[in-house]
């Protein structure tokens, strides 16, 4: 992408210094030196070498390998694994699994956001908030699968505290944490850590003077509520939750940690990748990979439009 | 936006008679904020469910095989293996070893790619600002797991060249790492004046990289030290591309240590995610102080005098 965009849009500067002054191009590229604007090119090549290798050949490579059958030739066969009835089960899984996860994050990352409206931004509590919030939603992975063995696995400390006041067992029939449904509480756990750090801009947007214009014309709270702040937040609640959803579907190694077999489709990938012998390019692996990433593709284009609409009020 | 006039309107005779009722306390809240009574249960409830499991891992690692008592005694072990149970730990200092290099030479990816091209773009190019910016981003967009199924043919290329050394994965993790370095280091240069601060360092006679190191990065050590934070967290907490590229990592070695020694596992996992919340707690105080930045100093004093006489009106 780097290299189609970066050629193509050389020629524009070059060509309008050339043909007219232009003073505000000339002293936003910051040189009034044609000369060395040539070299300086060269300035983008680690970055650029880097995000290609690294980036956009392994990025192709995993969508096209979809489209080779084992012998090297073309096909679109391999996009029969979509009428596969596990490879169907397992998108279903995920996209449950995903979606709870992510309502749930979101109702209740959204409600801790508001009991912080009001405290400062750089004091102790909203500093430790965000450091953990962000230690839970973006370093969990295996650490998480532990935590919820120890609480909620056969001997952990809420399934023991309950069994012993209540005498029910959550494991009762077969291990919670072990079956699709139980992969929404860990899910829920790093979700709304995400939801406090992608949703507190949005909340600390609505500004004071509207809720003081609003009392002034003797709207209650309750109005307030209803008619200026949700409405004002509710873009940048979607445009969060679905950002949620993304982040849980594509969340691999807590569930890697406590599945050994498939059922959410990150899992089946690797069943895929582990079981075929062709040199690590496996095709099925590959139309998975695909199936993905157009979800992921069509969620973060809402996300994108949704936080675009939000930025709107934030200032 | 048209409803606001309208129940202005609708609502004014009642607003009047609603007005004393608040007043013996002291003064109806206006705008978002919670009461303080709100805000303490909602955040006390949530904040003890999220205690429970880290509580849960705690209380775990006290506990030992065949008794009731809670004990230290895993802690003591870790240093002590009982060679004799057959338990080995060196696959996890081995993978927190192989985890700190590949730290090492991620950060370096940042530091020496990353942020030279971010300047260079702000400085020279800045039409390309969001190109950079859609690229760096793109990451969280593509999840690992689909990255992983093309990396595996790249490192098959990339052994050749350098091995199957443990420190390549550095390369992959940086994709991954690439929207938490961006970020911050991207909010810290639209938060001072870089061209102008550039512009006159140079015309002072300052050469580029005497203007790069005494002037800008000086004035970027905030977003720089996020970003820098920011990697070492999520390289450590890595797991999807160490284990589908087979080499040990911290993540990796976890999972396979567990399997025989739950209890020593869960001591590691614990002590990481309490490693990294001291880390980011850091980065979060050492931006509210920051020494020597006087515009923070000033907007740190603003806030701090109009709070009072508000707080005494409303409780905001």
Not at chain 1, 1 to 27: F, H, L
Not at chain 1, 119 to 128: I, K, M, N, Q, S
Request: charged letters at 10%; aromatic letters at 10%.
């Amino acid at each position: 992408m780097t290299t189609q965009s970066i050629p193509d849009a050389r020629t524009r500067p070059a060509g309008s210094s050339a043909s007219s002054p232009a003073p505000r191009e000339a002293c936003d590229a910051g040189g009034t030196r044609p000369r060395r604007r040539s070299l300086a090119w060269l300035g983008f090549t680690p970055f650029a070498a880097y995000v290609v290798l690294f980036l956009g050949v392994p990025a192709v490579i995993a969508v096209a390998s979809g489209f080779f059958s084992a012998d090297g030739s073309i096909t679109v066969a391999n996009l029969r694994a979509f009428t596969d009835p596990t490879i169907l089960k397992a998108f279903q899984g995920s996209l449950l699994v995903s979606i709870v996860s992510a309502v749930l994050g979101a109702v209740i990352g959204a409600l801790v956001c508001f009991a912080l409206l009001g405290t400062r931004a750089e004091g102790l509590l909203r500093t430790v908030v965000d450091a953990v919030s962000s230690v839970l939603a973006q370093f969990g992975g295996v650490m998480l699968a532990f935590a919820f063995i120890a609480t909620v696995g056969f001997q952990g400390f809420v399934t023991l505290w309950i069994k012993s006041t209540f005498g029910y067992d959550i494991n009762g029939d077969g291990a919670l944490l072990y079956k699709i449904p139980g992969l929404i509480l860990p899910y829920t756990y790093f979700s709304v850590p995400l939801m406090v750090l992608t949703f507190m801009p949005a909340m600390e947007g609505l500004k004071a003077t509207w809720g003081e214009a609003a009392a002034t014309l003797g709207a209650t709270r309750r109005q307030y509520w209803t008619r200026i702040a949700m409405p004002v937040l509710a873009p940048a609640f979607f445009g969060s939750l679905l950002l949620l959803f993304a982040n849980s579907f594509s969340s691999f190694a807590t569930a890697a940690a406590l599945l050994s077999q498939g059922g959410i489709v990150p899992l089946t990938i690797k069943q895929q990748l582990t079981s075929e012998t062709i040199l690590g390019v496996s095709n099925t692996a590959g139309v998975l990979a695909l199936g993905m990433l157009v979800i992921m593709v069509v969620v973060m284009f809402f996300y994108s439009l949704l936080q675009r609409r939000a930025a709107r009020w934030q200032r | 936006m048209s409803a606001v006039p309208l129940t202005g309107v609708a609502v004014e005779p009642t607003g009047e008679p609603a007005n004393p009722a608040p007043r013996n306390r002291r003064a109806p809240r206006v705008g978002a904020e919670p009461s303080r009574i709100t805000r303490l249960v909602i955040l006390i409830v949530v904040g003890l469910v999220f205690v429970v499991p880290l509580a849960a891992m705690f209380e775990f690692t006290l506990r030992s095989a065949g008794t009731t008592a809670l004990g230290f005694g895993h802690y003591a072990s870790i240093f002590h293996p009982d060679a004799a149970a057959g338990v080995d730990y060196s696959p996890l200092f081995q993978g927190l070893r192989n985890s700190l290099v590949i730290c090492l030479i991620t950060v370096a990816l940042m530091l020496l790619i990353l942020l030279p091209t971010m300047l260079f773009v702000e400085l020279r190019y800045p039409r390309f600002r969001r190109v950079l910016e859609f690229v760096c981003i793109l990451p969280i967009t593509i999840p690992s797991i689909v990255l992983v199924v093309g990396f595996v043919p790249v490192y098959q290329r990339v052994a050749a060249i350098f091995g199957s050394q443990p420190w390549t994965l550095a390369f992959a993790v940086g994709i991954i790492v690439l929207p938490y370095a961006y970020r911050p280091i991207a909010t810290n240069i639209s938060a001072f004046d870089l061209v102008t601060l550039s512009e006159a360092a140079r015309s002072l006679g300052g050469s580029w990289p005497v203007v790069v190191w005494r002037v800008i990065l000086p004035n970027m050590r905030r977003g720089v030290v996020s970003a820098v934070f920011l990697t070492v967290a999520v390289v450590l907490g890595e797991y999807t591309i160490a284990s589908f590229l087979s080499q040990n990592t911290f993540q990796t070695a976890l999972l396979l240590i567990s399997q025989t020694d739950s209890y020593v596992a869960t001591i590691f996992a614990l002590a990481a995610l309490v490693f990294a919340g001291i880390l980011l707690v850091i980065i979060g105080r050492f931006g509210a102080i920051r020494p020597g930045g006087r515009e923070r100093r000033v907007r740190r004093a603003r806030p701090a005098r109009p709070t009072r006489p508000v707080r005494s009106r409303s409780a905001s």
